[in-house]
């Protein structure tokens, strides 16, 4: 049998799953301790004191029946507390208002010990009367409710309520201090994967502790990478500017016709040089900050179009600001402008700004991608040039492999992800930018 439709009706964070786990016994516990309680002690006391009750009122019934003088019966019943009046019919509906818990048991045994009764009336908790339809004529017989019932039945939800919510309460204080160190390691596991720092100290039980480590443990390795990543490209990349720049000079006091040629390759040389240092520096240029994302995606949309590439920005929905780190976002949104303008003849830039997320979408007109290419095209260094052509379009050389891994890079760095697929509108590529807000 599944439950998974009752997914949807729990509790999704921690706390409130915890505080489930809490409630739920501590509730069911409570209804099974009334439950017993009322069956074994309510009930049961009810009986014993109806059925006492019963007999007594037997006792003084017959002693009407058997001659006795009615003084001497009315005595008798005078000192046990019971008030005899006669009446001038019968009445032969019961009543007791419906949350008495005791009413039934009380009108059931006495039913059971009293022929002659017609009805039982327990309008409050101080009086009880009985109609009773004797041989001697219709009489009501009032006797105090406490006589035949438990008093106050209610002290028992009072309790069951009271000690329930201090036995939760301090069970929650105390569980709240071993969920705060797991709800800091999420927070700081979160912040990293979204590309910031924050400071965390391993504490709690000795099972967080350790996962708390191991955290700290991974994110000084990935740290470490990252980093030898950064000064081995950036250094090599510095590395080969002197020559080029060496070269750009050279070039420039030959007189010949394949100086032109030899300028373009050094030229290539020196975007491939400016596209490794974008690839080394990822989404580690500044601090996330708020950023209008549409602001800076039409600003990047206009830049383009003054270059006189075929890129348009079709739709924006939502406003709002988002934490981003501007200048990676530009880089990644303008590397698949730039990968959208080189294999197509056009681009359309979408930005959808909702309440739970951003997302970026260029697409073209392009040949696309194939579905079991695509996990490949985001690696760094790939270019897969029998599934895009190599026309080169607007003014843009090929590309060295590296657009839709740097976006991707970024997209990961925010705590979003890079999807690819196929544009419904253009026939090409859709790349999306989603982030999480």
Do not use: C
């Not at 997914?7 to 016994?25: D, F, N, Q």
């Not at 069911?28 to 007594?56: N, P």
């Not at 204080?173 to 400071?199: D, K, M, T």
Request: aromatic letters at 4%; proline letters at 5%; hydrophobic letters at 45%.
């Amino acid at each position: 049998m599944s439950f998974d439709w009752l997914k949807r009706y729990l509790p999704r964070g921690l706390y409130g799953r915890a505080a489930l786990i809490l409630i739920l016994p501590v509730v069911a516990l409570q209804l099974v301790v009334s439950v017993v309680f009322i069956q074994r002690h309510f009930d049961g006391v009810t009986r014993a004191m109806t059925a006492t009750a019963a007999r007594e009122i037997t006792l003084v019934l017959a002693a009407r029946a058997t001659g006795t003088e009615i003084g001497q019966a009315d005595a008798i019943a005078r000192a046990l507390d019971l008030r005899l009046t006669p009446e001038a019919g019968v009445l032969a509906q019961d009543y007791r208002r419906w949350f008495d818990l005791t009413g039934t048991v009380v009108i059931a045994t006495f039913r059971a010990t009293l022929p002659d009764l017609a009805a039982v009336h327990l309008t409050d908790d101080r009086v009880l009367t009985l109609h009773l339809a004797p041989a001697s004529g219709p009489l009501a017989v009032t006797l105090d409710r406490r006589r035949v019932s438990a008093t106050n039945p209610h002290q028992l939800f009072v309790n069951m309520l009271f000690f329930g919510g201090l036995m939760t309460l301090i069970a929650f204080i105390y569980l709240r201090n071993q969920l705060r160190p797991i709800a800091r390691l999420a927070e700081a596991a979160e912040a990293f994967g979204r590309g910031r720092i924050i400071s965390y100290k391993p504490a709690g039980a000795a099972e967080v502790r350790i996962a708390g480590t191991a955290f700290l443990d991974m994110r000084a390795r990935i740290e470490r990478q990252i980093e030898q990543r950064t000064l081995m490209l950036s250094g090599v990349s510095h590395d080969l500017r002197t020559p080029l720049t060496r070269l750009k000079l050279g070039l420039s006091m030959i007189e010949d016709d394949d100086r032109d040629a030899m300028q373009r390759d050094v030229t290539e040389m020196s975007r491939m040089i400016d596209e490794f240092l974008s690839f080394a520096r990822g989404a580690s240029e500044g601090e996330p900050e708020a950023t209008d994302p549409i602001a800076l995606i039409r600003q990047l949309v206009a830049d383009h179009q003054r270059a006189e590439r075929p890129v348009e920005l079709v739709q924006v929905e939502g406003t709002g600001t988002v934490m981003l780190r501007p200048g990676p976002i530009r880089r990644a949104v303008d590397n698949l402008i730039g990968n959208a303008v080189r294999h197509g003849t056009r681009a359309e830039v979408t930005v959808t700004l909702t309440d739970r997320a951003l997302r970026i979408r260029v697409e073209d007109d392009g040949p696309g991608i194939p579905p079991d290419a695509r996990g490949e095209a985001v690696r760094p260094f790939v270019r897969l040039d029998t599934a895009r052509n190599q026309n080169v379009a607007a003014g843009l050389a090929p590309g060295v492999g590296l657009g839709l891994a740097i976006a991707t890079d970024i997209a990961r760095a925010h705590g979003g992800t890079l999807r690819l697929g196929e544009s419904a509108s253009l026939g090409g590529l859709r790349a999306d930018i989603v982030i999480g807000r």
